[in-house]
């Protein structure tokens, strides 16, 4: 029996072409989870940086891109929350995406390997995610997403 914790995964389903989800994942990142990203997701060996206001943010390498999987693996993270003691919990996990078509509808699995329940971050990370998969299905069907957006100062 595997003793490995359980990660986090969902499935997604759209009435959308799966080469849109695809550029979605690898060109239109700033659309969807961040508009604060820098660097490039489209091919394997690039980097890119997600942040969410001056301290939060996370580094990512594209290790894997075809048509069916994305692999991003987070090189360095850091989740700037009061109520957490480890702000790096994301470093060295990988977030996968596998993308399958049937009959004109796509589905899109989404696993985040390594964040798991017992991490200290899990229940906000996990709300963090349903909040922007909500953007990326989103901007999928509608062209326009809800990233994470700094707010204007008056």
Known sequence: ??????SF???LI???PKRKIFESLTQHINLWWSEQFEGNAQYPGQKFTVRFGSNIYKNIEVIERTEQKI???????YLDFPDL?????WIDT????KIAEVEG??????THEGLHREME???LCVSGWHSFLYSFEKFITTGIGAPFQLEEVP
């Open 14 to 16: 759209f009435h959308s």
């Open 9 to 11: 995964q969902t499935t």
């Open 105 to 110: 509808i796509a589905l899109v699995e989404l």
């Open 94 to 97: 990988y977030i996968v995406w």
């Open 1 to 6: 029996m595997n003793n490995t914790p359980k």
């Open 121 to 123: 971050c899990y229940g």
């Open 85 to 89: 003691s480890d702000k790096q919990e």
């Open 71 to 77: 692999v991003w693996h987070v090189i360095d993270a």
